[in-house]
């Protein structure tokens, strides 16, 4: 049965207060496509004034630290991301894992602390070009699945595949390619959770645009997407889920 479309824009970091009509512009879109799940991830210093700008609509963190509080310059953690109004939270972003040096077990402790807080989760995997170059990709990624995923409450898991050689670079993995990846995730998910993996959504993220969003929603088991660059102004972003809205529509029924 397909779950419910999950369609979380992320705007890295992007976003001061000139673009909270931004923020309110897609809430407004996403409360009328009720049939859709949406989310912005801001940048913390945003969070709260993107929950201000936007009541009702789901505002999130781009990373949260795994403890609880302490002597940890510079980082945030669950309950100040709850504090600030977000429920939402991205975890293991292929850029956080290049530049801030994040290995699957610091992304699964940070899912864990964010689904203990409460908050609802994206753990991000996905391989690089030189790995699907060497046809190790399902392998790399499962392999990652694997090591990243919590062993928690997995109620408000979700798990997004973005491909790093098709994030900002206008460059979408085919749908076979999104196929087969979605489907080794399903797998792990699955024995990792038993029944419970099913309802775990898998979102696709990279290039995900207005023109592209259809083909990639009707893909089976994409349920979302995670989307960077066309996330930052509604005008780009609204289009995306009306296609997400469109799937929902198209499909037999909602879990
Ligand atoms: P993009 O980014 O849509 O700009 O490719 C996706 C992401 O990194 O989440």
């Known amino acids: ?7 979380v824009g992320n705007w890295k970091m992007h976003g001061v207060a000139a673009d909270l009509e931004q923020v309110t512009a897609i809430a407004e879109a996403a409360a009328e496509r009720p049939g859709v799940d949406a989310g912005l991830c801001v940048p913390a210093t945003l969070i709260e004034r993107a929950v201000r700008a936007a009541p009702g609509f789901t505002i999130g963190a781009q990373d949260v630290h795994h403890l609880e509080k302490g002597a940890h310059t510079g980082d945030v953690c669950a309950a100040m991301l709850h504090d600030a109004g977000a429920s939402l939270v991205i975890v293991g972003h292929s850029e956080r894992r290049d530049s801030h040096r994040e290995r699957d077990e610091d992304v ?9 807080s409460g908050l ?12 699907r170059d060497a046809g190790e990709a399902v392998a790399t990624v499962s392999a990652q699945v694997d ?16 491909p790093i050689w098709a994030i900002g670079t206008g460059k979408v993995a085919s749908p076979d390619d999104i196929e087969e990846m979605h489907a080794a995730i399903r797998e792990r998910l699955v024995a990792a959770y038993g029944e419970a ?8 993220g990279g290039s995900v645009k207005g023109s592209n969003a259809a083909e990639i929603f009707a893909v089976p088991d994409v349920d979302g997407a995670l989307v960077g660059g066309a996330s930052l102004k ?13 799937a929902v529509e ?3 029924a909602i879990a």
């Not at 090591?147 to 973005?162: F, G, T």
Request: aromatic fraction near 6%.
């Open 197 to 204: 993996g099913r309802h775990v959504r898998i979102l696709y």
């Open 120 to 131: 609802a989760t994206i753990v991000c995997v996905g391989e690089s070009l030189a790995v």
């Open 250 to 252: 198209g499909a037999p």
């Open 234 to 246: 509604a005008a780009d972003f609204v289009p995306i889920l009306d296609a997400a809205a469109a």
């Open 147 to 162: 090591a990243s995923l919590p062993r928690s409450d997995i109620a408000k898991l979700s798990v997004a595949y973005e």
């Open 108 to 116: 699964r402790a940070k899912a864990e602390a964010a689904l203990r």
């Open 1 to 7: 049965m397909p779950l419910k479309k999950f369609v």
